[in-house]
């Protein structure tokens, strides 16, 4: 009956926003952070936790350490958008998704053809030298052994993506807040809600029609509209079949 009702809900809607997390890119074997098989549980080689590998300290602290650890970690090249990717696409263009907010950095769902894409945490696919602000994309990233250096002032390229300790891009994230502030639905998915300020977004929704999808109980499903303790890809997917 669920899936009947919404169904139902986004024919009759034209102003859906969406906010997904980690969840959203896991069926895409994207690792997620938190679960019994995220990054956190993961053994590596470092005398470090993957807290402090991902942090603005350990970037300039131990530079080389910190790109070890997020190119074999962060970084997944073959992955491919699922199918959570793909119906937000389809609905982006039906013209009811009128934003997409996402805390995930793969760049999948622009890759499944979303415009519309704000990005709290930023992007693998962008990267920056901090010293002349030269672009460099993924692929540069990669090929370099160790700390990545720009090509025109030998300065360090940094990945655009926010870690530990540092903080989220406002316009972005100012953006994200008008957005959900007008949205007739918000659908949340694959994300727990528990990390702030992220989290948070979901307070600035305005009207009645939250629907969550996420395979674990959140913080405001008494709160929700509908909710679909189930895959997100097969619950989006379900809205065209």
Same mark, same amino acid.
């Given at each position: 009956?669920?899936?009947?009702?919404?169904?139902?809900?986004?024919?009759?809607?034209?102003?859906?926003?969406?906010?997904?997390?980690?969840?959203?890119?896991?069926?895409?074997?994207?690792?997620?952070?938190?679960?019994?098989?995220?990054?956190?549980?993961?053994?590596?080689?470092?005398?470090?936790?993957?807290?402090?590998?991902?942090?603005?300290?350990?970037?300039?602290?131990?530079?080389?350490?910190?790109?070890?650890?997020?190119?074999?970690?962060?970084?997944?090249?073959?992955?491919?958008?699922?199918?959570?990717?793909?119906?937000?696409?389809?609905?982006?263009?039906?013209?009811?998704?009128?934003?997409?907010?996402?805390?995930?950095?793969?760049?999948?769902?622009?890759?499944?053809?979303?415009?519309?894409?704000?990005?709290?945490?930023?992007?693998?696919?962008?990267?920056? @030298? #901090?010293? +002349? !602000?030269?672009?460099?994309?993924? *692929?540069?990233?990669?090929?370099? $052994? &160790?700390?990545?250096? @720009? #090509?025109? +002032? !030998?300065?360090?390229?940094?990945? *655009?993506?926010?870690?530990?300790? $540092? &903080?989220?891009?406002?316009?972005?994230?100012?953006?994200?807040?008008?957005?959900?502030?007008?949205?007739?639905?918000?659908?949340?998915?694959?994300?727990?809600?528990?990390?702030?300020?992220?989290?948070?977004?979901?307070?600035?929704?305005?009207?009645?029609?939250?629907?969550?999808?996420?395979?674990?109980?959140?913080?405001?499903?008494?709160?929700?509209?509908?909710?679909?303790?189930?895959?997100?890809?097969?619950?989006?997917?379900?809205?065209?079949?």
């Amino acid at each position: 009956m669920s899936i009947l009702e919404l169904k139902k809900l986004i024919e009759n809607t034209e102003n859906i926003v969406f906010f997904g997390g980690a969840g959203v890119s896991t069926e895409s074997n994207i690792p997620d952070f938190r679960s019994s098989t995220g990054l956190y549980k993961t053994a590596n080689n470092k005398e470090y936790p993957p807290e402090y590998m991902l942090s603005h300290t350990c970037y300039r602290k131990n530079t080389e350490d910190f790109y070890d650890f997020y190119k074999k970690n962060m970084i997944y090249i073959d992955a491919k958008p699922n199918l959570a990717h793909k119906s937000l696409t389809k609905l982006e263009k039906l013209d009811k998704l009128k934003a997409l907010i996402t805390q995930n950095i793969d760049g999948l769902h622009q890759l499944a053809g979303t415009h519309n894409v704000l990005e709290l945490h930023g992007s693998v696919h962008r990267n920056y @030298c #901090e010293h +002349c !602000n030269a672009f460099y994309d993924l *692929d540069y990233i990669m090929k370099k $052994e &160790g700390v990545p250096l @720009c #090509e025109k +002032c !030998n300065g360090i390229v940094k990945p *655009d993506v926010v870690l530990y300790e $540092e &903080g989220l891009d406002m316009e972005v994230m100012n953006k994200a807040i008008e957005s959900i502030m007008k949205a007739d639905v918000l659908i949340v998915g694959g994300t727990s809600l528990t990390v702030y300020p992220a989290a948070g977004l979901v307070e600035y929704y305005n009207n009645d029609k939250l629907i969550l999808i996420n395979k674990s109980v959140t913080q405001y499903d008494n709160k929700a509209y509908l909710t679909f303790n189930d895959s997100i890809g097969e619950v989006l997917n379900s809205i065209f079949t």
